[in-house]
């Protein structure tokens, strides 16, 4: 059952794709401190499907129009990543906190240009780094936080599926599309090891930073065959720890994603799932003080919506940002840069010195 909170923020989607459809629309409609206001799409037909299905307020088909409207008091920027960073900073500059999908961008110097414009405006920018709010890892990120000490090593592995699509197309909906959407130029999976890297890897150097902190070096490599990607990555934490991350696209297997992390005071071992299941992880915290394990059950999964509530909270109660923010979308940013670097020359890497695209 839905409870709604008496002020909710009211929010406006940028692109009624499929990101949108699966993800942000709903969790407009089911926040407890948020409302779907307004919708906006340059495709016609697209926006009347998703208008009468969702039923907002307002439907706009041009985004200007969109943030004139006075009553709008934040976006979230649903679209292709090559309008990531100029449909947030047109947000911003109309005065609206911005929730934008990851990556922010695809290279250092754009996700400065985005600092710089939420810095201007005063506005709240969070990234749409969902796993944050996958309430399993919360619990692992609280005992790292309050009672593991020192931490030692993380190892972290994201490993998508060739029968991910199997998996997910039984139980998802068909997406509403449209011959009139607008497409970034060129296709943005021509390099699939960008491609891949912006898409996925994202979500591997995020989780290991909401979890062991700063990133300082890397060294990396990547193996590629029969179609497969395959990045092994040394990472270097400010705090001390090591890390190993593995990426891989595609596994010739299930999807296969989690972690394991050892500390001072106990460990960490994670199984997280396909998203679109909103299942949260399954995640065991071991105690040495007592020698006993803790397994959160973690029964409210939606992360899109959890982590859109949690913008809300920073906005309108000026709850501590519990998302990642735009320094935390330049860090990813310059992590993917810094692995793409070090398996171009095979040298480490440090992420300070990471300039440019992935």
Not at 20 to 42: G, P, R, T, W
Not at 163 to 182: C, E, F, G, M, W
Not at 214 to 221: N, T
Not at 258 to 280: D, M
Request: proline share 4%; aromatic share 8%; net charge negative.
């Amino acid at each position: 059952m839905i409870r709604k909170q008496d002020r909710r923020l009211r929010v406006g989607v940028l692109g009624c794709g499929p990101i949108a459809q699966f993800a942000h629309l709903e969790s407009c409609v089911k926040a407890s401190n948020a409302d779907l206001y307004a919708i906006c799409d340059a495709a016609p037909d697209l926006l009347a499907r998703m208008g009468a299905t969702y039923e907002p307020e307002k439907m706009y088909g041009d985004y200007d129009a969109m943030l004139a409207d006075p009553q709008l008091e934040a976006v979230i920027v649903a679209t292709s990543d090559a309008y990531h960073v100029p449909m947030s900073i047109k947000a911003l500059e109309a005065g609206k906190h911005v929730l934008c999908e990851k990556p922010i961008g695809v290279s250092v110097e754009e996700g400065q240009k985005l600092a710089d414009a939420v810095k201007r405006s005063g506005k709240v920018l969070q990234v749409g780094h969902m796993k944050r709010f996958d309430p399993a890892l919360e619990a692992a990120r609280d005992f790292v936080r309050d009672e593991m000490g020192e931490i030692l090593a993380l190892k972290a592995w994201y490993c998508d599926s060739t029968h991910r699509y199997t998996n997910t197309d039984a139980i998802q909906p068909l997406p509403v599309t449209s011959k009139l959407a607008r497409k970034p130029t060129g296709n943005p999976k021509a390099d699939l090891r960008q491609y891949f890297m912006l898409a996925h890897g994202s979500h591997l150097v995020d989780t290991a930073r909401f979890l062991c902190g700063e990133i300082v070096a890397v060294r990396a490599r990547l193996n590629e065959k029969f179609g497969a990607y395959c990045w092994f990555v040394e990472t270097e934490f400010a705090n001390g720890a090591l890390g190993h991350l593995d990426l891989t696209v595609a596994v010739r297997m299930d999807w296969h994603e989690g972690f394991q992390l050892y500390g001072e005071n106990g460990s960490v071992i994670a199984k997280t799932f396909n998203p679109w299941y909103f299942r949260a992880s399954e995640v065991d915290i071991f105690h040495e003080k007592d020698a006993t394990s803790r397994k959160p059950l973690g029964a409210d999964g939606h992360f899109f919506r959890r982590q859109l509530e949690g913008l809300a909270d920073t906005v309108l109660d000026g709850a501590p940002m519990r998302g990642a923010d735009v320094e935390d979308g330049i860090a990813s940013i310059r992590a993917m840069v810094a692995i793409a670097r070090s398996v171009e020359t095979g040298q480490r890497v440090e992420i300070a010195a990471a300039t440019g695209a992935v």
